[in-house]
């Protein structure tokens, strides 16, 4: 059963690395498409996607799409090429998807990369993914469809924390690596930034839309042809869009900067529906709502959404949406720099090493060690379980602390053990990483109390947002030596006040909210965006909305 016409991509001459991140936008929204095809008034619904080189069939992806934004994927008998998503599934069929929380291989590059490779395909050949519609499915556990004949594995109704993660500061200097795309290797999946790979033919023509097939929003306030509005706060800049990343946007949307609004407010509050907020800008207030009486959707880059007012947005019917997936792996990786550093004292030990007094290094000059410890993580979202999967191999004996417990499975998947009690994980962890969400639940979560309740051995690291932690009580901590350390990428505010007492303490480490800061990830993050706004606007299944609580 295919569609008509079945949706092609068509990438000639290209190599797989060269057709990055257009795939994967491009594969999202067929799922998506498909998604909605078969199954418009249900929650859940699949399709097959095909990959094929014009020689032969290499895969076929069964998708499950569920209203929580987890798409699960089939690749034949592929195993994930990872090997870090064992799911419930048989054994001759592993199942992994792009999100939290079964995601623990990434990205679906991943997938058609995995795909590529065990197809032993290599070098230029041509690429073209078609889209159909499964059989009709039946009925899987817990209501979920399943497709026939032998269906993925339900989704587990897991615990879905959010973890925060920092704000990614845009950095797209290594244009030699392929510009915005750079060159992400394997793992979480380098995705172009266009559909315009560097040197390679467009999988996506120039100024067309991503999604072959896919109906572009039906809107008055469009004209026949014309791509929907963006607002942004400006392109370049010292807040702006970064240049590679509006030349994504613009394969999408027109381009709208406040400026040109704010120059022409009548006739450019009708045409906006979206906007996409960049490093927290544009400032989403009620007075810019009420400007924008066809806004539809606030695309967030960045998986934190504490700069915006849930609340108020959704009472404009305004939809949120922001960006988890590109975030988690930059995220947890900074977080493992940090304990690294922190622990063997890094920047001091640089400061010495290029110190123009530096004579000799001191025998008694001495850090901690992080193989082997105990890391208590708060917070087990998806960055907090990347972190997880890092340490253990670090063979770190890990606690975690979350609303949720997470499946018996996943937590065995990385040695994660449970502590109900945030108090049982202070106290034993030499080292806390704190993964939380910003809410009124989280704020000053870390105060005196825990602090106390800390090894004096111990190091605090903060990969969130700076105000899970009260910074007073934190600084009399370190002055104190109730704890040993403290690695901060997120303070309050940010950046410090410049005479503020953290920055003249020698046992603290502090970058500046750098977790996402990756030609990749600003990129990745760009994309999701891009695939969130389209699916409000198109009147589908929105891949990562955020509810007001
Ligand atoms: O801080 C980063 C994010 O919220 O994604």
Request: with cysteine; hydrophobic share 35%; charged share 20%.
């Amino acid at each position: 059963m295919l569609f008509s016409p079945p949706r092609t991509l068509q990438t000639s001459g290209q190599s797989l690395a060269d057709t990055r991140g257009s795939d994967t936008t491009q594969l999202s929204c067929c799922l998506l498409e498909l998604g909605q095809q078969q199954n418009p008034s249900d929650t859940q619904s699949m399709g097959n996607i095909e990959l094929r080189t014009s020689r032969q069939l290499l895969f076929t992806f069964s998708a499950m799409l569920y209203r929580t934004s987890s798409i699960f994927i089939h690749v034949g008998s592929q195993s994930c090429p990872k090997r870090m998503t064992t799911t419930r599934s048989s054994s001759d069929r592993m199942a992994w998807s792009t999100c939290h929380p079964l995601c623990k291989c990434g990205s679906m590059y991943d997938i058609l990369a995995a795909g590529w490779r065990a197809c032993g395909t290599t070098g230029m050949m041509a690429l073209e993914l078609t889209a159909s519609p499964l059989p009709r499915p039946s009925r899987g556990a817990g209501g979920h469809r399943a497709p026939a004949p032998r269906p993925p594995p339900s989704p587990p109704s897991p615990p879905r924390p959010e973890p925060s993660a920092p704000r990614g500061r845009p950095s797209l200097t290594d244009r030699s690596s392929g510009g915005a795309g750079g060159n992400r290797k394997g793992g979480h999946g380098g995705r172009s930034a266009s559909g315009t790979a560097r040197g390679g033919a467009a999988a996506i023509p120039r100024g067309s839309r991503a999604c072959p097939g896919l109906p572009r929003p039906r809107s008055q306030v469009m004209a026949e042809g014309e791509l929907p509005a963006v607002l942004i706060l400006d392109i370049g800049g010292t807040h702006g869009v970064l240049e590679d990343l509006a030349a994504l946007l613009k394969k999408h949307f027109q381009l709208i900067t406040m400026k040109e609004f704010l120059a022409n407010k009548e006739e450019m509050s009708k045409k906006i529906q979206s906007v996409f907020v960049f490093e927290c800008r544009p400032t989403i207030n009620r007075e810019l709502l009420e400007s924008l009486p066809n806004l539809k959707v606030i695309g967030n880059s960045g998986v934190g959404v504490d700069h915006l007012d849930l609340k108020m947005i959704s009472s404009f019917g305004v939809k949120v949406t922001n960006t988890p997936h590109a975030v988690a792996d930059p995220t947890a990786d900074i977080g493992m720099a940090l304990m690294l550093a922190s622990a063997r004292r890094l920047v001091e030990g640089c400061q010495i090493a290029v110190s123009p007094d530096t004579r000799s290094f001191a025998v008694d000059w001495l850090g901690v060690e992080v193989t082997g410890a105990t890391l208590g993580i708060i917070g087990m979202g998806s960055i907090g379980y990347k972190v997880a999967q890092r340490a253990r191999a670090f063979n770190m004996r890990i606690l975690y602390h979350n609303r949720n417990r997470r499946r018996k499975e996943e937590e065995e998947a990385v040695g994660a053990h449970y502590c109900a009690k945030m108090k049982d994980l202070l106290q034993q962890s030499d080292f806390v990483m704190l993964v939380v969400n910003l809410t009124p639940e989280t704020h000053k979560l870390i105060g005196k109390k825990e602090l106390g309740l800390m090894k004096p051995t111990a190091t605090l690291i903060n990969i969130s947002r700076g105000a899970v932690v009260d910074q007073d009580a934190l600084v009399e901590a370190l002055q104190n030596k109730v704890i040993r350390a403290a690695a901060l990428d997120v303070t309050y505010p940010e950046p410090l006040p410049r005479d503020h007492p953290l920055l003249n303490l020698n046992n603290v480490i502090i970058t500046p909210h750098i977790g996402t800061a990756t030609v990749q990830a600003i990129c990745m993050m760009a994309e999701e965006a891009i695939a969130n706004m389209l699916a409000v606007l198109n009147g589908r299944p929105i891949p990562s909305e955020v509810f007001p609580k």
